[in-house]
């Protein structure tokens, strides 16, 4: 027997059979999350392309657009935590269905907005309804893959955001130049019906396609799902003790800086989600199209640093410094965007490399991050911390893209916001260097 068959220490199956049980499931879980995170992610930030002409047509002011842009994730941080519990109760393929479906239909009532209250309440139950899937299927996944394997799972998964980004933006830019004057309609009423059918009709797909656990995978054989309880068992010893009682989420220390360094992040990664096409007019592209296609390469790269980050994190088993090094480029990326676009002459692709690298720095960071809570915490604690961290940290994608909004209504810039921004995501940077423990092993009360 070859070493490569042999079995790892305190396995019951060589190491093939446990990786290829990995792929099998893999395959089956991953390309579906992905595919809704896409959807999730398109009806989510199309607004930054509707902007390009959604404002004009409505008289609305770059405050009213980055109030609403925002208020989304003040439906997220209201009904998330219950989401998660509820997945918990009846299970994910339910919960997703219903989260997609609901999603969709808001995106396609977008269309009909008239006012900035109308525009306000449309954004706020988006993200009461889109509350959950993504901590959702963050603590999904904790159900089928061991620790040393999530990283990568998480990066394939969230990636999907940057695919999203790429094919965003040429689609955004292709339905509002084609689609413009089609039944007397806006290409930016056009946009937001047609990416919100496919959510509708995916939530449906959910209810057929998805499996609650393992044990009720009837696409797993009978050995494939001792292979599966048995690593998660497995993994569950070498973690050792975590705090079960998600009572104690709340006084827990760790869990409030989570939350802060994810709050860090988020302020960067939700300016760039929702300013992108902004940056790029800012640049000298003025058509749709032209700003499509420049985001989508942008979010390319993206993808691809998220994925590579995450793998090689799982690889060397090293969270603190996958997670650090990513958003110090982030940062720097975002300091250097901020710099060159407060430079008259300077030629388009400098300001554009910039944003390139705060992207790829920022995305990168985020999968690894996720590897941090379950260092911490186990079982209902894991359920709701999840979806507890997220929910409060998402408040950064409320009050970052309205306070961008609101310098660039007074300035006619938007680079003051990029520098404060960039100090916001070095920070979570250091916050994990210096207070997240080499090796963490037990809950700290």
């Known amino acids: 027997m070859s070493a490569h068959d ?6 019951i199956a060589p190491r093939d059979q446990v990786d290829s049980t990995y792929a099998k499931i893999s395959w089956r879980l991953l390309p579906f999350l992905g595919a809704l995170w896409v959807l999730a992610w398109l009806d989510r930030v199309n607004i930054g392309f509707a902007k390009l002409q959604m404002l004009d047509d409505l008289r609305f002011s770059e405050a009213v657009y980055g ?14 935590v219950p989401s998660n519990m509820l997945l918990q109760k009846i299970g994910a393929k339910k919960t997703i269905m219903r989260i997609t479906i609901g999603w969709g ?28 899937f993504y901590p959702g299927v963050i603590l999904y996944l904790t159900y089928w893959y061991p620790s040393q394997r999530r990283a990568k799972a998480f990066g394939t998964f969230m990636s999907a955001s940057a695919i999203a980004g790429v094919l965003g933006g040429p689609l955004a830019g292709w ?6 004057g089609v039944q007397g309609w806006h290409g930016w009423q056009w946009l937001f019906v047609l990416e919100g059918i496919p959510s509708v009709l995916a939530g449906v797909v959910a209810w057929f396609y998805m499996t609650d656990r393992p044990e009720q995978a009837r696409w797993l054989s009978d050995d494939e799902k001792k292979v599966v309880r048995h690593e998660l068992e497995l993994d569950a ?5 975590r705090d079960s009682d998600w009572r104690r989420l709340f006084t827990n220390p760790k869990v409030w800086l989570l939350i802060a360094i994810f709050f860090c992040l988020l302020c960067a990664n939700s300016t760039l989600t929702f300013w992108i096409p902004t940056v790029i007019k800012e640049t000298g592209f003025t058509t749709p199209m032209a700003i499509g296609w420049i985001a989508g390469a942008a979010y390319l790269f993206g993808a691809a640093g998220m994925i590579l980050n995450g793998r090689n994190s ?4 090293e969270v603190r410094w996958h997670f650090s090094g990513a958003a110090m480029c982030g940062a720097g990326g975002m300091l250097l965007l901020a710099v060159a676009l407060g430079v008259p002459g300077l030629p388009a692709f ?11 720095g920022t995305m990168s960071a985020i999968p ?16 709701v911390g999840v979806a507890l961290i997220n929910s409060i940290s998402n408040l950064a994608g409320f009050g970052a893209p309205y306070a961008m909004g609101l310098i660039k209504n007074a300035t006619g810039q938007v680079a003051p916001g990029l520098y404060i921004v960039a100090f916001i995501e070095l920070l979570a940077a250091v916050l994990v260097i210096v207070f997240i423990a080499r090796r963490p092993r037990r809950q700290v009360d």
């Open 237 to 241: 010893r070498r973690q050792g003790e």
């Open 314 to 317: 799982d690889r060397r088993g």
């Open 105 to 132: 239909v808001i995106c396609m009532l977008q269309a009909w907005v008239t006012t900035p209250t109308q525009f306000y309440v449309l954004r706020f139950l988006l993200g009461a309804f889109e509350a959950g």
């Open 175 to 180: 339905i509002m130049t084609s689609m413009g």
């Open 368 to 383: 690894v991050f996720w590897q941090l809570p379950n260092m911490f915490l186990s079982g209902g604690a894991a359920a």
């Open 6 to 11: 042999m079995a790892l220490p305190g396995a």
């Open 350 to 360: 400098v300001p554009l490399l910039a944003m390139g690298l705060a992207l790829v």
């Open 67 to 80: 109030l609403g842009a925002g208020i989304f994730f003040l439906g997220y941080f209201f009904f998330e």
